[in-house]
């Protein structure tokens, strides 16, 4: 069974930094993607950032490149998010993804907030 739990959200100041840990167990092989995504009160879920395994590249949302970086240690199959720079927008509730092609679905961690103050 595939599971995923973020960790280390939290509130700080504008121009803060935090780092999301995204713990997974159940992923053996198959990875596709392993990406972030957010969701602030009242607006639609939205991409952040994803690493494809299967190409060992990364991509960004525009609104975080240059602040954000993504990672993944294979060995413990946790995914990180670096946030430095961080602004009151980018508050909300964040998600860990991964989608396995071996079963051509994706999976959702529970989410972890992370509040900006200006």
């Known amino acids: 069974q595939v599971q995923l739990a973020e960790s280390g959200g939290g509130s700080v100041q504008s121009g803060g930094s935090l780092r999301l840990s995204c713990a997974t167990s159940g992923l053996t092989s198959g990875i596709h993607t392993m990406g972030w995504y957010r969701q602030a009160p009242g607006k639609e879920r939205e991409f952040v950032a994803q690493f494809r395994v299967t190409e060992d590249t990364t991509n960004y949302a525009d609104s975080v490149k240059g602040r954000f970086t993504i990672s993944r240690d294979s060995a413990k199959n946790t995914l990180y998010l670096q946030m430095n720079a961080l602004k009151p927008k980018d508050s909300g509730v964040y998600y860990c993804?991964?989608?396995?092609?071996?079963?051509?679905?994706?999976?959702w961690g529970q989410g972890t907030q992370v509040t900006v103050s200006s």
């Open positions: 993804n991964v989608y396995l092609y071996t079963r051509g679905r994706e999976y």
